[in-house]
């Protein structure tokens, strides 16, 4: 893939081939309706119907993920008519049930012919916001310190230079703001000040981190440790907070995190056996920079996940040999997957199948289409809450080092 194309131009290409096989998309279902229709009586019939939910759950979800939500909606429908019936395999299939299926059919039909009709630029999809762009260039990224004792901060500053961070010292966010120096810092941290249960330039912290696009993170030093403090904190838009005396290790671990985080790109398992709507997942995710490792079927799963070690798990509720909460509920029984995240992408609707769905050891539930924004927010944010509790469990607390069973592992893998 070219990495010098935008991510719009991207989808657009990704759009046009998905328009160009809904033709045999269509032939498959409409085949498969009219086989259904002429053996619902047969034992056979069971097996046809399987394939036609299949083909219209396939065509539900990747559908309405490229913005064509008429379509989407025209298959779903056939879907759940489909759901409605393998529900009830005894009962009899009537001339209107296969009139209903037909009729519910002909809407997919419908709906695909004008598809093809029109340019693909007339329905393209309408969620690729104009905000999402390349990654930026990798550049240096220095540590920001705001206080008004700088000598007191210098043994700090030189404990930080051992370990990597060089840092820039300013007495106010003021100044920060009005510094020359644009680039980006890794962190922003602020000793802070507080007037009553408020802190003293609260907006200003908030405006600096926006003016270098929210990437920075703040970490706030405070010599209270109260909750009054710590919400402060939290409606300045601090991710971190520090009592004094300051513990340099707790803060140079914090940066870690932040470098890891910066530097390391996150690593998503999707699992999805429609291939339009694996591909889109797949280009959105990899243009913000993630790694991806797609797989269409979960049958060697385990091994898949030792492989590449993912830092988030997406996959799809409804698979063609088992569902989503059985999955997730194999993922959970082996001891050393159990904090990755996994969050389920489906186009169902009901609260109350999502909800089961989740009781089973899933994080979070996506609902197709999902925008792309939400969907980067939601698994970015996923996974860097899973790197800040790995490595509270692979840290000693006390000294910022790896722990003795984190140790074990290491050299168990080397």
């Known amino acids: 893939m070219d990495a010098e194309k935008s991510l719009q131009e991207r989808l657009a290409e990704l759009t046009q081939t998905y328009v160009a096989a809904?033709?045999?998309?269509?032939?498959q279902i409409e085949s498969e309706g009219a086989q259904w229709a002429e053996s619902a009586d047969n034992p056979d019939g069971s097996g046809i119907l399987k394939s036609l939910h299949n083909s219209a759950h396939k065509l539900s979800g990747s559908a309405a993920t490229y913005g064509f939500h008429d379509l989407g909606n025209a298959a779903r429908e056939l879907e759940v008519v489909c759901q409605g019936l393998l529900d009830e395999p005894n009962s009899d299939v009537s001339d209107s049930v296969v009139s209903g299926v037909m009729t519910r059919i002909a809407l997919v039909s419908k709906n695909i012919n004008?598809?093809?009709g029109i340019s693909v630029g007339d329905e393209s999809v309408d969620n690729t916001d104009a905000h999402l762009q390349e990654p930026p260039p990798e550049r240096s990224r220095p540590v920001v310190l705001i206080t008004r004792n700088i000598n007191a901060n210098t043994d700090l500053q030189a404990r930080m230079a051992d370990f990597g961070y060089p840092v820039t010292f300013y007495e106010t966010a003021e100044e920060l703001l009005s510094s020359a120096d644009f680039r980006p810092p890794l962190a922003i941290i602020?000793?802070?000040?507080?007037?009553g249960d408020s802190i003293v330039g609260a907006k200003l912290f908030k405006a600096a981190k926006a003016s270098y696009g929210g990437a920075p993170s703040i970490i706030f030093v405070s010599?209270?440790?109260?909750?009054a403090a710590r919400l402060a904190s939290v409606r300045a838009d601090c991710q971190y907070f520090l009592t004094q005396p300051l513990d340099a290790m707790a803060l140079i671990d914090i940066l870690?995190?932040?470098v890891e985080e910066d530097q390391e790109p996150g690593r998503v398992l999707l699992i999805e056996d429609d291939v339009d709507t694996g591909k889109f997942i797949e280009t959105v995710l990899q243009n913000v920079g993630m790694k991806t490792e797609w797989f269409v079927s979960p049958d060697d799963l385990v091994n898949q996940i030792t492989a590449f070690s993912p830092e988030l798990i997406l996959m799809d509720l409804y698979l063609p040999t088992c569902s989503g909460h059985e999955l997730a509920a194999v993922i959970r029984q082996q001891d050393h997957f159990a904090s990755i995240p996994i969050v389920y992408l489906s186009g169902e609707q009901d609260r109350r199948t999502q909800f089961n769905a989740m009781e089973h050891g899933a994080d979070d539930f996506l609902t197709k289409p999902v925008n792309p924004e939400l969907l980067i927010r939601s698994v970015g944010g996923r996974i860097g809450r899973f790197r800040r509790l790995r490595s509270q469990?692979?840290?000693d607390g006390q000294t910022s080092l790896f722990n003795h069973t984190s140790m074990k592992?290491?050299?168990a893998n080397e």
Do not use: Y
């Not at 809904?22 to 032939?27: A, Q």
């Not at 010599?223 to 909750?227: A, G, I, P, T």
């Open 22 to 27: 809904l033709s045999d998309r269509l032939s």
């Open 114 to 116: 004008s598809i093809l």
């Open 190 to 195: 602020v000793d802070g000040e507080f007037d």
């Open 223 to 227: 010599s209270r440790n109260d909750m």
């Open 256 to 258: 870690d995190t932040c």
């Open 393 to 395: 469990m692979v840290r």
């Open 409 to 411: 592992q290491f050299l």
